[in-house]
Structure formats: structure tokens, C-alpha cells
């Protein structure tokens, strides 16, 4: 089993639409999640992280967390034709300090015009 | 900010020469610094973890001879691949976080080939 998994997709949304994307981690002490967008060629930009469980949003993205069920998700509302790119699942056993990420091995977003 | 600035973004080298790739943290200093490789629509692979001051940690299978890490500052990190060979040919990428209220900030990355 991956310790981080995502949906390859390509997963295709009409532009204003809420494009959901979803992880699901296997280490139960994963405390650090972490949403990565990666432009093709490019290095990945951080999006967002979330630590507890629950809701946590910036702007137009929104962090879901459940640690119980071992998943985490994003939400992009109002979705761009900018926002097509590979979204990067990260997670960390820790919430301090400086601890490795495990990433997913990401899933490709196509917003449609 | 939190800017990690990588140097160079692309390279080209022959089959058994060596190639050093920088990565410096720009306004903060970087105890700890990750060395990540891509290859073509494959997801980020940590290589090793740079600490200053001390011997890198590196994953299981990277060869710790063929891919030398320095980290002789609080701000610079760099990657040394040895003896390159058309396999090494990949994305690498740095990364390295500010503080714990951050996230993990990346390097513009490396595109090596190996000829």
C-alpha cells in the first residue's frame, strides 16, 4: 500500500465549477498535510497545510482534514482555467520542527473554458 | 517571504562527469534543507535531508557516493552528482521551510541530462 495516495485523474472541470480533490494517507501518525500545485516543468508552489482536523480555507481553496477516516481533500471554488496543473498531496509525521514530506503521487487538473 | 533560490535550472553534461546544483535559502536561515528528484510525470522522491554542520541522512537505495551533499552554511545546501550517467537525468529539486507556522518552500529546480 502507498503511504500517500491520490487519483491520477485526469480530472476535468468546467471553469467556475468546484474542482475537489482527495489524498488518503496510511500512517496514522501523520500529523502535517500539505496541498502542492505543480506547473508542468515547473517546481511545485504550496497551496495550503492543515493540521487538526476540519475545515481550513484561504481565498478560494479549502483544506478538509479527517484523520479518523485518514484523508484529506481540497477544494477549489470558482475554478480558473489557471488552476489546471498536477496537485501534490504532501504528508509529515510532524508539526514542528523540520520533518520529510511523503508525497502523492499527484493528480492532474484540467479546468475546461 | 520564504525564498529558496536553486541554481542552475537546467543542465547538460557527458556521461561520467560531475555536476553541483546549489540551493540557498534567501531571507532565512536553513538548518535543514530536503533534496527531492523528479523524473517525467512521477511524482517528488526525497533523496536526503541536508543538515548543517552535519552528514546528510539519505533514503534507502540513493547512493550516498553518487550523490554528495554539503551543507556548509545556514543558507546553502548543494548536491554533488558524481560520475553522472543518462539514468541521473532527472528533476531535482530543493526544499527548506522558514518556520513551523510555514510551509515547506521549494527551489525553482534542476533539470539535469546527462549525454
Known amino acids: 500500500q502507498k503511504e500517500v495516495e491520490q487519483n491520477s485523474g485526469p480530472l476535468s472541470v468546467p471553469e467556475g465549477a468546484i474542482a475537489s480533490l482527495n489524498c488518503t494517507y496510511s500512517d496514522r501518525g501523520s500529523q502535517s498535510f500539505f496541498w502542492y500545485r505543480q506547473y508542468s516543468g515547473k517546481s511545485p508552489e504550496l497551496i495550503m497545510f492543515i493540521y487538526s482536523n476540519g475545515d481550513k480555507e484561504d481565498g478560494r481553496f479549502t483544506a478538509q482534514l479527517n484523520k479518523a477516516s485518514q484523508y484529506v481533500s481540497l477544494l477549489i471554488r470558482d475554478s480558473q482555467p489557471s488552476d489546471s496543473a498536477t496537485y501534490l498531496c504532501?504528508?509529515?509525521?510532524?508539526?514542528?520542527?523540520?520533518?520529510?514530506?511523503?508525497f502523492g503521487t499527484g493528480t492532474r487538473l484540467t479546468i475546461i473554458p | 517571504g520564504a525564498v529558496v533560490s536553486q541554481h542552475p535550472s537546467r543542465v547538460i553534461c557527458k556521461s561520467g562527469t560531475s555536476v553541483k546544483i546549489e540551493c540557498r535559502s534567501l531571507?532565512?536561515?536553513?538548518?535543514?534543507m530536503f533534496w527531492y528528484r523528479q523524473f517525467p510525470k512521477q511524482s517528488l522522491m526525497l533523496m536526503a535531508t541536508s543538515n548543517e554542520g552535519s552528514k546528510a541522512t539519505y533514503e534507502q537505495g540513493v547512493e550516498k557516493d553518487k550523490f554528495l551533499i554539503n551543507h556548509a552554511s545556514l543558507t546553502l545546501s548543494t548536491l554533488t552528482v558524481t560520475s553522472a550517467h543518462p539514468e541521473d537525468s532527472s528533476f531535482y529539486i530543493c526544499?527548506?521551510?522558514?518556520?513551523?507556522?510555514?510551509?515547506?518552500?521549494f527551489g525553482s529546480g534542476t533539470r539535469l541530462t546527462v549525454v
Open positions: 526544499s527548506a521551510r522558514k518556520t513551523v507556522d510555514r510551509g515547506y518552500t
Open positions: 531571507d532565512f536561515q536553513a538548518t535543514t
Open positions: 504532501a504528508v509529515s509525521l510532524s508539526n514542528f520542527g523540520n520533518e520529510k514530506l511523503t
